[in-house]
């Protein structure tokens, strides 16, 4: 039993859990929140609970794609299940889900319903066995769209105000940004499967332009809408690694798994201070203007 739950959380990809707290505890900034049970109640679900629903339903169907992935297999990158294994998925996810998604409907109410019901029918789209949206590019970049719930979700769990709509445009080039960065290293697996992303249909060097233009695109919203300079700085710093990275470091060369698991170290250390710093500035909650 302990190395099924082992299993289970290895499916949660615990080294990407740092994309849905940072998108949670986004409307939270500058409050004093910490001693409030529903918050910690919220935090534990879009770790564990949230991230075993997406990542595993997405694991269930993308198990022969999975299994020729070197970057799979760790709880970096989620785990490596077997057809058996993931055939038997779908009722640990049911479970979990049963067991915490009915008191946040208690406290959030009709909304709390509504927000889960798209979160569920965006995965399911997504994760269609024939014809999902993960491989009918760029519709998967649009589901990307279904991590802003974690924003609302936060809101109604915590009873906050509604955030900026173009703090959700930031939002939405930054999942963009994450699940493009994904692509490209899992570009060759891809292929090899037969697998149609915006990256095996682009190629790495255009996807990485992309990105490229995603970031700059991040980095003038936060100066000419949010007139926030350090946050954009930091980003700026992030950007010129990426043009090192395209035109003079690995240009359109594969990336080793080592390589791979210190990008995602290093991503949650930069997302950790970039977290601290919007938390404590509240520099995405309200525009300069």
């Known amino acids: 039993m ?10 949660s990809r ?7 707290i940072w998108l949670y505890i986004l409307p939270t900034s500058q409050m004093d929140i910490w001693q409030d049970s529903n918050f910690w109640l919220g935090f534990i679900y879009i770790t564990f609970p949230l991230n075993f629903l997406v990542y595993g339903w997405n694991d269930m169907v993308d198990q022969k794609t999975d299994a020729a992935n070197p970057r799979k297999g760790n709880y970096w990158f989620g785990a490596k299940g077997s057809a058996s ?5 779908w009722k640990a996810i049911l479970f979990v889900q049963l067991l915490s998604m009915p008191y946040f409907i208690w ?10 019901a798209g979160l569920v029918l965006i995965n399911g789209l997504y994760n269609l066995p024939e014809n999902g949206l993960r491989s009918r590019p760029p519709l ?23 955030l900026p709509i173009l703090t959700y445009v930031y939002l939405f080039l930054f999942a963009m940004q994450s699940h493009l960065i994904g692509e490209v290293m899992d570009i060759e697996p891809d292929r090899a499967a037969g697998r149609k992303t915006t990256a ?4 790495m060097k255009n996807t990485k332009l992309l990105i490229i233009g995603i970031v700059i695109a991040e980095v003038s919203l936060l100066l000419v809408y ?9 980003l700026g710093i992030g950007l010129i690694w990426l043009i090192l990275d395209l035109f003079l470091i690995f240009k359109t060369n594969r990336y080793t798994l080592n390589q791979m698991k210190l990008f995602g170290l290093l991503s949650n250390c930069v997302a950790f201070i970039s977290m ?14």
């Open 85 to 89: 294994q993931l055939k038997e998925l």
């Open 14 to 20: 615990p080294g990407l859990w740092f994309a849905t």
């Open 107 to 116: 406290i959030g109410g009709v909304h709390m319903a509504l927000l889960f």
């Open 276 to 289: 601290a710093y919007v938390w404590y500035s509240g520099c995405l909650l309200a525009s300069s203007n």
């Open 200 to 203: 095996t249909i682009w190629g």
């Open 2 to 11: 302990f190395d099924r739950l082992l299993f289970w959380l290895k499916i």
């Open 226 to 234: 949010f007139n926030e300079y350090l946050f954009a700085g930091m």
């Open 140 to 162: 998967e970049l649009l589901c990307q769209i279904g991590y802003l719930l974690i924003a609302p979700f936060s809101i109604l769990v915590n009873q906050l105000e509604p």
